[in-house]
Every structure is written in structure tokens, then in C-alpha cells.
């Protein structure tokens, strides 16, 4: 990665931008007054699966704004870690999310949430940087 501020957008930003009248209000346009939003291949999918009708347009146009992690074996590799020592603990999150905290990992970025709850394992345990509101 090069030397813009990257923050790494999971995907409950971006539905809640799709979702939210006040675009301005949003976690999503504040990241872009202030840094590179990019997002993991799996935000991606989880994110596009989830287009409709009513709101195609804006998921292809925002997908054509923000640039793509993809998973590589490094993420993995990392995500294969991530998941042992939570299982271990009995604390498993859902693999997506971990794939998610992997490539924040692997780059060095942080990620902007609106999902604590499942983040906050990774900040605690594994040193993920986490953005929120």
C-alpha cells in the first residue's frame, strides 16, 4: 500500500450507508473526507449479495470507488491463526469478520466498524486498530 491513509471498510459501514437517508451522516462519507476507504474481497461479496432493486445502482457505483484487498495466502494464513485462538477460547466470531481483521492485519490498516461486538476481539486479542464512530 502506498502512503495514503487507508482504512479498511467492513461491510457494516457500507450498508449503512446504503440504508441511511443522510448520506453526510454516515461512517462512510466521513472516511472519505479523511482517508482512502478500501475493503476486503469478502466485504465485497457480503456486501453485494445483499443488492436489490432499489438500491443496484449505488452498490455498483460505490464498488467502483473502492479499491479491493484480495484474499491472498498471507490472509489466510493469518485468518487460520486468528480463528485457532478463538476457538481455543471458546470465542469464534464469524469467518467472514475474521477473513476481514486477517487483511487488516496483513496491511497494517484499520478497520472502520459500526460492529463492536465482534471487533473488539480482534483489538483486545490480536492488535486489530479499530474506527468507529
Same mark, same amino acid.
Given at each position: 500500500?502506498? %502512503?495514503?491513509?487507508?482504512?479498511?471498510?467492513?461491510?457494516?459501514?457500507?450498508?449503512?450507508?446504503?440504508?441511511?437517508? *443522510?448520506?453526510? &451522516?454516515? /461512517?462512510?462519507?466521513?472516511?472519505?473526507?479523511?482517508?482512502?476507504?478500501? !475493503? @476486503?474481497? !469478502?466485504?465485497?461479496?457480503?456486501?453485494?449479495? =445483499? #443488492? %436489490?432493486? *432499489?438500491?443496484? #445502482?449505488?452498490?455498483?457505483?460505490?464498488?467502483? &470507488? /473502492?479499491?479491493?484487498?484480495?484474499?491472498?495466502?498471507?490472509?489466510?494464513?493469518?485468518?487460520? $491463526?486468528?480463528?485457532?485462538?478463538?476457538? *481455543? #477460547?471458546?470465542?469464534?466470531? =464469524?469467518? %467472514?469478520?475474521?477473513?476481514? @481483521?486477517?487483511?487488516?492485519?496483513?496491511? =497494517?490498516?484499520?478497520? @472502520?466498524?459500526? %460492529?463492536?461486538?465482534?471487533?473488539? #476481539?480482534? $483489538?483486545?486479542?490480536? =492488535?486489530? &486498530?479499530?474506527?468507529?464512530?
Amino acid at each position: 500500500m502506498d %502512503n495514503i491513509f487507508h482504512v479498511l471498510a467492513d461491510t457494516s459501514v457500507l450498508i449503512d450507508y446504503v440504508r441511511r437517508l *443522510q448520506k453526510d &451522516q454516515t /461512517l462512510m462519507h466521513k472516511l472519505f473526507e479523511r482517508s482512502m476507504p478500501v !475493503v @476486503a474481497a !469478502v466485504t465485497e461479496f457480503e456486501f453485494c449479495i =445483499g #443488492r %436489490n432493486a *432499489q438500491n443496484t #445502482r449505488l452498490i455498483s457505483s460505490m464498488m467502483t &470507488q /473502492l479499491p479491493v484487498i484480495p484474499l491472498d495466502s498471507d490472509v489466510a494464513h493469518i485468518a487460520i $491463526e486468528i480463528h485457532r485462538t478463538l476457538k *481455543q #477460547r471458546n470465542a469464534l466470531i =464469524g469467518t %467472514n469478520d475474521i477473513f476481514i @481483521a486477517a487483511t487488516a492485519l496483513r496491511f =497494517g490498516i484499520p478497520i @472502520a466498524t459500526l %460492529n463492536r461486538k465482534h471487533f473488539s #476481539r480482534m $483489538e483486545t486479542d490480536f =492488535g486489530v &486498530q479499530l474506527l468507529s464512530e
